[in-house]
């Protein structure tokens, strides 16, 4: 794909500079309107011409506002990046509504130096480029306005700008092993730029021969793609089809098929609790020592005993080595970006255990009964789940997703039991009682959860919680053989 | 004043299981309505008992609730904190309202710790008190609870301890080295404690000798502070007396010694504006090189000129040094810490270049002018900026803040070009307008931020803007000197 962008293409002066100023007073004033109706924008700059990438992202924060544009350059992961999984560091960096970022190598770049380099073998390249097709859908169906642009140099051109002196002072080490191992990089490049080009993320090859013909076409490229997203947006939005709640099958019903009935006797429990939270004291600080992190995740019905379960996971830890991360409203600036950033943001240093009391699943439950999500919103949200998780566990972490699972009528009894106690009849309100109402609802969407996200790497461990004493004991339990199989 | 802490306090343990039930209820309720009025807390635990300290830590996760409540431990400083100021990482740390935090060791062990080493000397030890000072002032100030416990042990407790076999897996070097060196680091801890004692941030120290007693006095201790605060909140709020806008004394008008005829012809511009960014260009780079950062501040009048100025230094640098943060209305996030915070959170890695356009100086400007501060808030404001700006400069940043200004008249003729011209229309408001009729308060509260807060280490570079052109060429001067100096 980059023969057509070997034709030598180059630009007069004059007509660079004929054609310049209007341009760029249009993109300064395309990316005012993209900021004012809060579209977060994405360029992405990458290529084989590394000083030509340099050059255009200084030209893009000249065009540009810079006020509301961030350069990243995505170099060697630091100590913290690496304690993450890989994609941590994107996440982090993406621009929220209403502001711009240009991401300079990134996604692209490494995942092509990793092959290149052997860090990763051929499956590898194919799963991480699966990674970047599904970070790239999910930021854009969340309302990314994401520009590729990709500046190739023939290698010929390569060779030439090489030999001459007079531009050595820019040129480094890596130009010369781009130029040296060209037939091996070369098809890399293309295969990355061919299977990442899905969708709304396609890549636009520029040839950079010429500095004023790239700095042209990608001016003009970057303008049609602001243009066609503010023409978009001023269309009167898409009157959408009014979508059902139902998922597609009715899914199994994997919740009826516990056994509720299930009870553990007081002095079995205080025997069973002791010698699980001892366990789990050694595990997380053997954990801590060996740098392996954990998520766990919890849910369950209100009043089912999550608070519970997790005090007696945190009880047995060392507090330095484990955080309880309660999930609420999202903040404003949460609400900037793509939902699955407030989770990204918090994920743990290398040996710690991160608690989510809530979790990304509110998406596909709450969101998805509660109609706060779009039903194209929660649909795609299985897939995007999935892939986050993924990139948790091929990180090395420990991944645990709970269900706490309780009956219609013990809930009922929890509610009346609370209410009746002065200390706890806060965590008590009339829409404790209105959620129950969608009992069925949410009773589905915890089954087409459960069938559609879990896995061996990321199971749910289904908890039947009418008994109180048996929940938290299975719930140490699943921690600790977690543990005990990945140290 | 660790005496007092000597007389070998037990608790039986009938009487720890007496009492402890009920504190530890009316703890857990106290943390409760301590977050439903939005207090955050921050609990400091520290003490030449280190192993105390963690397992007091521990019972502080028991008996809290763990999901509002997150423990940090500061080691040694990482790569990324290395690279800020040095309470860059308490800053980062800090819980916002309704949350709290356990920081351990934290301040006073890094300032013990740093004396003790010899990283710095007697008076960089009292600077660093100094500035525990002023931070903790103003995180009380801004609404912190703030409860300091430090834990002492008896020398002869701590030998024995020592010479106990049981209990030697808990045991580490550094505990050998406190024993050892123990009459060099008590005096240390005296003077800390004694010197970072004052206002609201009192010491309390407990004897550890005991672990019953220790956790019984810790918990009443903190219950007492969380009740003392519940019943202020409680209480009437203070009528507050009117207090005037107007400063103690009239500041001297050194905006009014500007002289604002100053013009640059446009050929004599064209050649100074290509040496200067050529000068920067050099500069930056070098400055990435060497590990130089640079925060600047811009502040200035409407329309002075303020987003031309820093388009000039954008475009001489590499975008990737340099980033320019535009400063409007706070986030949630931001809104539920101490004000500089949201400063503190963007200063740059090193090498890199940070550009403020509007600056924590809005604090004693329009939040002064237009009553958005209390009095007392934007009075105290100076000494807090003031020692901000004392630990970006010590940490060795370049630190520059600029005053852009331009008369009333010359303010006008820009607001009316400004309205006939389409493309800027969108930067005029009716609040502009508005804005002119407050010019004196404002000129006053600008002269009385030049007299508080300009400084050798961090001066105020007074720019005369009426003529743009000799405007941006000073900044650029100023900025090129700056680094200059520093490298």
């Not at 519970?308 to 080595?321: E, F, P, T």
């Not at 989770?343 to 990304?360: E, V």
Request: aromatic share 10%; net charge neutral; with cysteine.
């Amino acid at each position: 794909m980059f023969d057509v962008a070997e034709i030598g293409s180059t630009l007069a002066k004059e007509d660079y500079k004929a054609r310049m100023p209007d341009l760029r007073a249009r993109l300064l004033e395309a990316q005012f309107h993209l900021r004012r109706k809060d579209v977060p924008v994405l360029i992405a700059v990458a290529g084989d011409d590394r000083i030509g990438c340099e050059e255009l992202i200084d030209r893009l924060n000249e065009w540009l506002d810079a006020r509301y544009l961030d350069t990243q350059v995505f170099e060697e992961e630091t100590e913290e990046e690496r304690q993450r999984p890989r994609f941590w560091r994107y996440w982090m960096a993406l621009p929220p509504r209403g502001r711009a970022a240009i991401f300079f190598g990134g996604l692209a770049l490494d995942a092509i130096a990793d092959r290149y380099l052997g860090r990763i073998d051929s499956d590898g390249f194919a799963a991480r480029m699966e990674h970047v097709r599904t970070f790239e859908r999910a930021i854009v169906a969340d309302g990314m306005l994401l520009v590729k642009i990709w500046l190739h140099l023939p290698r010929q051109e390569l060779r030439r700008r090489l030999k001459r002196k007079d531009s050595g002072w820019q040129l480094e080490q890596r130009d010369w092993i781009i130029f040296k191992h060209y037939d091996e990089i070369k098809p890399l490049c293309e295969r990355y730029l061919q299977e990442t080009s899905a969708g709304g993320a396609a890549w636009t090859v520029v040839e950079s021969t010429d500095a004023r013909h790239r700095d042209l076409r990608a001016a003009e490229h970057l303008l049609a793609a602001f243009t066609a997203r503010l023409d978009e947006a001023d269309a009167a939005p898409a009157t959408r089809t009014a979508e059902a709640l139902k998922p597609a099958a009715r899914p199994v019903d994997v919740l009826g098929s516990l056994d509720l009935s299930r009870r553990i006797a007081e002095e079995d429990y205080r025997d069973r609790l002791e010698d699980q939270q001892r366990r789990l004291h050694k595990l997380s600080l053997r954990a801590r020592r060996e740098g392996l992190s954990s998520v766990l995740a919890f849910e369950g019905w209100d009043s089912a005993g999550k608070g519970g379960a997790i005090r007696r996971l945190v009880w047995s830890m060392k507090a330095a080595n484990c955080r309880v991360v309660p999930v609420a409203a999202p903040t404003d600036e949460e609400r900037a970006r793509h939902y699955l950033w407030r989770f990204w943001r918090h994920l743990p240093h290398a040996g710690k255990m991160l608690i989510f009391d809530r979790s990304w699943y509110g998406r596909v439950l709450v969101e998805r009964v509660e109609g706060f999500a779009r039903p194209e919103e929660w649909r795609r949200a299985y897939d995007e789940i999935n892939d986050f998780e993924r990139q948790l566990t091929d990180h090395g972490s420990l991944l645990l997703k709970f269900w706490l699972h309780i009956d219609k009528d013990e809930q009922l009894r929890r509610f009346e039991e609370r209410a009746n106690t002065p200390r706890k009849r806060y965590k008590i309100t009339e829409e404790d009682y209105r959620n129950r109402e969608r009992w069925d609802d949410y009773l589905m969407a915890v089954n087409e959860m459960v069938a559609r996200t879990g896995s061996t790497g990321a199971p749910w461990v289904l908890v039947p919680a009418n008994d109180k004493r048996a929940a938290r004991i299975q719930v140490l339990t699943a921690v600790c053989d977690g543990l005990d199989r990945l140290l």
